[in-house]
């Protein structure tokens, strides 16, 4: 028989050490929000693959689109001989993409990729090479997304040197003290001591940062940017990698402030689980790049583009981003009669839709980071049926992700699992 044990084992000897593996169990199949490991265990799934299944695993209705495709077209390359559901779906995506400017879209394989087209769309548009982004920030793993990045560990370490004319800026946390005021005042410190503002081809930001702990922007401070890059001739770019579809209660999350930017990053929960991203911004901007300077021999698959096209079918039909609201709320109120429970190790509890925190501590102080539980939990969690990740650039905050089509029943039954296992670790 297959174990988890066995497959860990055969893993280790061929897998690279520094692509390792959060949990040791290997998933065999999933449906909806519960997976099943080769050993016959079942897991309720608080991750989604890191944002990826807003739909669920294996949605019937993304696997028929994926098993219709199959039968007609896998690959030619979209920028030799493309297909219509790729143009189906960028009409869609510059469609659902917020502000009312003329937008067009371009396709990528990875969230990396789309951040670094948007740079590059940005820095042809304006002809100036800075690019500005905030601690706490993750945009991706290759060397320029590295450098926009503002977590060392371990993203960055070991890895540089990274690319020039690359700044950040303290992200405005309420939470941490940092207030809209000190991040706009930092701002214009740079601008004044680093890099002249006429130098700066982008801006960079998660409305509500990913990695770095679920700390969401202010919407006056994603306005005051948009002041400020329109003051500069600056190219505002949203990274709603982990943000959209959705997951907040809105498409992006940006649209909570009212804001349009010039370039949006779009991946995770683009597919339903198939390789795929997209560059969406304005016309004017987005055909600043030259002919053949955007793609890739993967851009666009077929495949992944009506998987995609289906998850936008499943978004509205089954109201998912209503959805992701009452989710949210849900998790929020049994998370925050937690911490009025135990105090002394949850610091906070935070969320905008279904991107959900609980932050961890010791002594009942916020600036006590309390990592070595968070890691504990997450180790644990899987012993009992559940799957968590944790986050944050001081290690110390559990992220829910939950698909945005799991029941109330299996929503509960997770979180009485989480809630025995804070009892026993404040024991």
Known sequence: MTTNASLQERKNKVFATGQGNLAPVFIERGLNAEMWDVEGNRYIDFAAGIAVLNTGHCHPKVIEAVKAQT???????????????????????????????????????????????????????????????????????????????????????????????????????????????????????????????????????EPVQGEGGFYQAPAEFLQALRQICDEHGIMLIADEIQNGFGRTGKMFAIEHAGVEPDLMTMAKGIAGGFPLSAVVGKAEVMDSAPAGGLGGTYAGSPIACAAALAVLEVIEEEKLMERATSIGNQMNQRLSALKEEYPQIIGNVRNLGSMIAMELIQNGDIDQPNPELTKALVAEAPKNGLILLSCGIRANVIRFLPALT?????????????????????K
């Open 71 to 205: 039968e007609k077209l896998t690959h030619t390359c979209i920028t030799v001989t493309p297909y219509e559901p790729a143009v189906a779906l960028a009409e869609k995506l510059v469609e659902i993409a917020p502000g009312n400017t003329p937008k067009k879209a371009m396709y990528v394989t990875t969230g990396a990729e789309a951040v670094e087209n948007c740079v590059k769309i940005a820095r042809a548009h304006t002809g100036r090479p800075g690019v500005i982004a905030f601690n706490g920030g993750f945009h991706g793993r290759t060397n320029m997304t590295m450098a926009l990045t503002g977590k060392v560990v371990p993203y960055k370490a070991a890895f540089g040197p990274f690319p020039a004319s690359v700044y950040h800026a303290p992200y405005p946390n309420e939470v941490h003290g940092v207030s809209i005021e000190d991040s706009l005042k930092a701002l214009k410190m740079l601008f004044t001591c680093d890099i002249e503002p006429t130098q700066v081809a982008a801006i960079i930001i």
């Open 406 to 426: 799991m029941s109330d029943e299996v929503l509960n039954e997770g979180l009485d699992i989480l809630t025995k296992m804070i009892a026993d670790q404040a």
